[in-house]
């Protein structure tokens, strides 16, 4: 089942590939697509090799994982990505190329990734955002998840304090439940009025 393929109207999620590390260095190497991302730009295609290992190839070794390359379907080069982890938070991310911004792009591959998850039995998806970046809030939003709370990290590893929103989407029927570890682990938590 690990990582099964899907098709959207524009779109083509599939598996990173090794063939696809000068596409995975565009992604990676922008200061701007990667402003509110928990890495630094990578520089070489030597250190987005590394990333690929670290964040792909070991996920696509688990029996279930969804770490998807976004690809335009009339080329299928990847211009994004989109993950939902398979620990306990199960954190829902996404990134794109800035070209391909404000495209509808990621809430497109966000409705796939979402239906697959749910069809799958995963009981709920938590995704989080710098609150200096809304956009990210609103792709979250169209996607269906609903905003819980807002907490404070030191930001590792470019250890400095961020504010994050967290959403979550619950499949299983039990509305009423809230994943907890963020705000438990947070000595700055609180809820706002968005």
Known sequence: MNTPALETGRLMLRKFMERDMEAL???LKDEEVN???PWYPVKSMEETEIFFDKRYASK????????YAICLKENNFPIGYINV???EHHDFGYGLRKEFWHKGIATEAGKAVVGQVKKDGLPYITATHDRNNPRSGNVM???GLTYR???EEQWQPKNFPVIFRMYQLNFDGNDDFVYQKYWDESGNHFVEQL
Not at 60 to 67: K, M, S
């Open 149 to 151: 709370y807002s907490y």
């Open 141 to 143: 939003q169209k996607l």
């Open 60 to 67: 696509y070794a688990q029996p279930q994982g969804y770490a």
């Open 85 to 87: 982890d398979m620990e």
């Open 35 to 37: 402003q509110f991302l």
């Open 25 to 27: 260095f565009l992604i």
